[in-house]
């Protein structure tokens, strides 16, 4: 494989996923049966540069449904906003009123019930000539009564300029009155104790309104999953100074040296902003917080952790080790692996080029397990449910890595060479820089071989995600460590390069060979996308397959006399280009899957927490396969375990209800389950028996045994 290969593989942890969510509607207004959501402005001095405006999504609950603030508290999500707007125009950051809190069961959740706006200010350049202002807003939200529903809409909104905007004056002097002003001399601290009741925050602040002396304080940190958010604080007065002892979370999930929140005293409808310091160390972070989509059923508790005492650093370091050097055995990095054999024997006698090509790679390992780690740490910090694996969740890097095995295949063949393709100066780079080239076999490696690794990594991914950023990126460096460890070990001990054979005519064969299981990935990664975006997907991708090998074949063939190069080459740049044309809206386009309706399919329905609970209120035991197409190991799990008859049996004997949540594409509804059970990646198999919201966590690589034993418990 050539050097523009390995950057292609490169490039594809930079392309962005494409999951557009479900729009319920465009235009100026949207109206479902829960919430009237409108887009609204206010400026009573006219729109113009200089002048305050300000836009608000409005949002009109009906009676008893509610949505969230920015930390929605035990479950729910924060309603998100994206805006498009005229060039030199921005949008400032969204002011949340004043939250309340909403308790259901045993969870509290921190949101908005009747009628709320969110605001944002709006400012015009200085230069602003157009005549309109044309605001166009992507909003989602997660409304919820007794079950939770993702919404979203499109709206649109067109703003004359000098004109005023005061159709909703009203609603905006009603919001003044509930938006949290930041106190002067108010000044929060907090620090961590911990005794035979358990862990609490005990918080401080002085220089708070006079006429809050004396009164209950609500507390809402905007810092997710650290306190108890059900417990009641045990708060005093001591002259104005104002101090409560807030229980944590036993399932904490950070531990932030800065705290904002919001205190409201009771009976007021605004409060006031602090930033609260906590002072001294933190005790060891727990388990994940709970699902934003549990509540769906009123019943329902936080997870029990996997019956195996909790992972520690050093234990979840170890299994990163172990996992990667497993992870080589793994069909989807088997065929990359094949390329590093192949260029092993080709330098095996050459000590020092065999050694540095090898710590190129383990480089390149190391340091794109690191690099995707801090993606995924870095987007779900801003709000993305996403979990590992997700780059195979986007249709367009499932297209990149095809094409890219498809291009490493047909260069094994025979079919172009790469060298003729490219200009002098640049081949002769190339040719220079082998160890680049190492470590970009390395980022290809862990491109295809990342979501490989729940079977072996499963518990330790998920904890690693619950770690401080520097210590969760160290677990993922071992990760990468243990993947590159044979190939280091090879590289660096002689006795290890002895054993492989000579160069000889064999290899000639050998790279033939090397192509077909370039080709296999290859219909594994069209399958997945097939289940991705349908069967137009799917042969919107084969098309482009073809157009992108005829284009290899006629720049890059050494058979081809520089005329026929010219010709073709540009017929085939043209056919490329009108297949891309023709193929970029399939590739983009979302499958509609048969059962996601809720329709049986071989006795599998499709999970959603509503159907868990409504399992749990009729007294079913429920059995979830959490399972995605690019997974190889639940695939392999689905046909050989999960299809047993033995399993089969035992299923319809306890009237288990079978669900099935497909994570193939982006689902944040499914991310935040996974992390509520302490997984970050799949497959994950759960059974919860009746009456009880905590399931049983199975192992990654099922065994009949282990399923008819958990059955039997019933």
């Not at 904490?252 to 904002?260: G, Q």
């Not at 170890?318 to 080589?328: C, K, W």
């Not at 594409?665 to 009746?690: F, H, K, N, Q």
Request: glycine residues 8%; contains cysteine.
């Amino acid at each position: 494989m050539r050097l523009p290969l390995r950057l292609a593989a490169l490039l594809s942890f930079c392309i962005p996923l494409l999951t557009p969510a479900a729009v319920a509607a465009q235009g100026a207004v949207v109206t479902t049966p829960q919430v009237r959501a409108e887009l609204v402005a206010h400026a009573p001095d006219g729109v113009a540069p200089g002048k305050p405006v300000q836009l608000a999504l409005r949002i009109e609950h009906q009676p008893h449904w509610h949505t969230y603030w920015k930390n929605p508290g035990d479950s729910g999500l924060p309603t998100n906003l994206t805006w498009t707007l005229p060039g030199g125009v921005q949008a400032g950051d969204v002011q949340w009123p004043t939250p309340k809190k909403l308790p259901l069961g045993p969870l509290v959740n921190f949101g908005y019930e009747d009628v709320l706006l969110l605001p944002v200010a709006l400012q015009l350049p200085a230069d602003f000539k157009a005549p309109t202002v044309d605001v166009k807003l992507a909003a989602e939200w997660l409304v919820c009564k007794d079950v939770c529903i993702p919404e979203s809409g499109e709206f649109a909104l067109s703003l004359p300029t000098g004109a005023p905007a005061v159709a909703h004056a009203d609603d905006f002097a009603n919001l003044r009155d509930t938006l949290p002003v930041a106190v002067p001399g108010a000044q929060g601290r907090a620090e961590v104790r911990s005794d035979a009741r358990g862990q609490t925050l005990v918080v401080s602040v002085d220089g708070l309104p006079t006429a809050w002396q004396g009164r209950e304080v609500a507390f809402f940190p905007e810092t997710v999953g650290v306190i108890l958010n059900a417990a009641k604080p045990v708060e005093r007065w001591e002259g104005g100074r104002w101090t409560a002892e807030v229980p944590l979370d036993p399932q904490r999930s950070d531990s932030p040296e800065l705290i904002p929140a919001v205190l409201v005293a009771r009976g007021d409808l605004a409060g006031a902003q602090v930033a609260v310091a906590v002072a001294g160390p933190w005790p060891a972070v727990g388990a994940a917080p709970t699902s934003p989509h549990v509540e769906a059923a009123a019943n329902v508790s936080p997870v029990a952790p996997p019956e195996s005492s909790p992972l520690g650093l050093p234990l979840a370091i170890a299994f990163a080790v172990v996992g990667g050097l497993l992870l080589n055995l793994m069909p989807c990095v088997f065929p990359v692996l094949s390329l590093k054999v192949l260029g092993f024997t080709h330098h095996a006698h050459d000590r020092g080029r065999l050694l540095a090509g090898g710590l190129a790679y383990t480089a390149g390992v190391v340091l794109s397990f690191v690099a995707l780690a801090a993606l995924l740490i870095a987007l779900r910090a801003g709000g993305e449910q996403l979990g590992w694996g997700f780059q195979l969740q986007s249709p367009p890097v499932v297209a990149v890595l095809a094409a890219l095995f498809t291009l490493i295949g047909l260069n094994l063949l025979g079919v172009f060479e790469v060298g003729s393709m490219l200009p002098d100066r640049v081949a002769t780079a190339q040719a220079r820089h082998p160890l680049v080239d190492s470590a970009l076999t390395g980022v290809l490696a862990v491109a295809v071989a990342a979501p490989c690794t729940a079977p072996f990594m499963g518990a330790s991914l998920g904890f690693a995600l619950t770690l401080p950023a520097v210590q969760a990126l160290v677990v993922f460096a071992a990760l990468g460590l243990g993947m590159a460890l044979p190939y280091l070990a090879a590289s660096a001990f002689p006795a290890v390069a002895r054993l492989l054979p000579r160069p000889g005519a064999w290899m000639a064969t050998f790279k033939t060979l090397m192509a077909f299981p370039m080709f296999g990935t290859v219909v594994w990664l069209v399958w997945v996308l097939g289940h991705q975006t349908g069967i137009d997907g799917a042969a919107a991708l084969l098309g482009t397959l073809v157009a992108l090998a005829f284009l290899a074949w006629a720049l890059g063939s050494p058979a081809n006399s520089a005329r026929v190069k010219r010709v073709w080459g540009t017929v085939g740049v043209l056919l490329l280009g009108l297949t891309l044309a023709w193929a970029g809206p399939a590739l983009r386009q979302e499958a509609v899957a048969a059962n996601a309706t809720g329709t049986v399919a071989d006795g599998w329905e499709a999970w959603s927490p509503e159907r868990v609970a409504e399992a749990h209120a009729q007294g079913q035991a429920v059995f979830v396969d959490f399972t995605a197409a690019w997974c190889v190991t639940c695939q392999y799990n689905k046909r050989t375990t999960l299809a047993d008859a033995a399993v089969k049996a035992a299923f319809a004997a306890k009237g288990v209800r079978l669900m099935r949540a497909d994570w193939t594409r982006r689902d944040a509804t499914i991310t935040a389950e996974l992390t509520r059970l302490g997984r970050s990646g799949v497959p994950v198999y759960a059974l919860y028996r009746p009456g009880n919201p905590a399931p049983q966590l199975l192992s990654e690589i099922l065994s009949v045994g282990e399923v008819t034993g958990a059955l039997a418990t019933l």
